[in-house]
């Protein structure tokens, strides 16, 4: 057999078992996300009430506390405002005392220590909210410049390659923006973990739920990272073998 065509099947045979272990880290989080989001904790306090005692108990007194309302929870909710010293819980959250709701909380009580301790890249998190959008553009972006091309000259030529250019340029943006966002909300997870830990406000039951869920959750954002990574590696190996089919080079 061709060693090309054998590199080949290696390729297809791990990015389909990397496909397979996604959808399951996907259909697990999802799960238990859904699941513990029945299970109300044994101390029945508001997540309002949860995050202030976790704040206060950390010396974080100004920092405040506010529930949205349901259109703001789409969003602004579930956010740490730095330079406003604000965590903004959503609708959902901040209407019931859950597992799923605690762990949320427990990351944006971990982004306002992290704050307080002055380290720096949170403003990443906030902007990735806003850009996570920008892959959208690019097959938009690549049928501009098709159709730029078409109709100013009947053939395919250098706009579609700018364009094309352009949505991976801010593909490439939205990723590396997401690999630092992803970073500082590990440090998050594991710095609210540790507070409502070393409180002892769970019972062992709660405690080994909210570890399993964040560790999901944590799975999950790597997985998402790593989708959009063989995106952007697709389309940038697409560019490059049609700029060469352009340009008459073999």
Not at 24 to 35: E, G, K, N, Q
Request: charged fraction near 20%.
């Amino acid at each position: 057999m061709d060693p090309l065509l054998i590199v080949l099947f290696v390729i297809v045979g791990i990015l389909f078992l990397f496909f397979l272990y996604g959808t399951f880290v996907r259909w697990h989080a999802s799960r238990l996300t859904l699941w513990f989001a029945f299970k109300k904790l044994e101390i029945n306090k508001s997540m309002e009430e949860y995050a202030r005692v976790l704040l206060d108990e950390n010396g974080l007194v100004d920092v405040e506390v506010k529930k949205v309302g349901f259109f703001a929870s789409l969003f602004v909710g579930n956010t740490y405002k730095a330079s406003k010293k604000l965590i903004r819980l959503s609708w959902g959250v901040g209407r019931r005392a859950s597992i799923t709701n605690l762990a949320a909380v427990c990351r944006l009580v971990g982004l306002a220590k992290m704050d307080a301790e002055g380290i720096k890249g949170l403003k990443a998190i906030e902007l990735n909210r806003w850009f996570s959008f920008l892959p959208i553009l690019l097959v938009p972006l690549i049928i501009i410049g098709l159709i730029v091309d078409l109709v100013m000259f009947e053939s395919l030529g250098m706009w579609s390659i700018i364009f094309t250019a352009i949505g991976l340029a801010l593909s490439l943006f939205s990723f590396i923006l997401a690999c630092v966002a992803a970073k500082k909300d590990f440090q998050a997870y594991n710095r609210g973990q540790e507070i409502i830990l070393d409180l002892q406000i769970l019972n062992e039951a709660e405690e080994k739920k909210i570890k399993k869920l964040i560790s999901a959750w944590k799975k999950l954002i790597i997985i998402n990272i790593l989708i959009n990574a063989f995106e952007l590696i697709y389309f940038l190996l697409k560019m490059i073998f049609s700029s060469f089919k352009l340009f008459g080079r073999k």
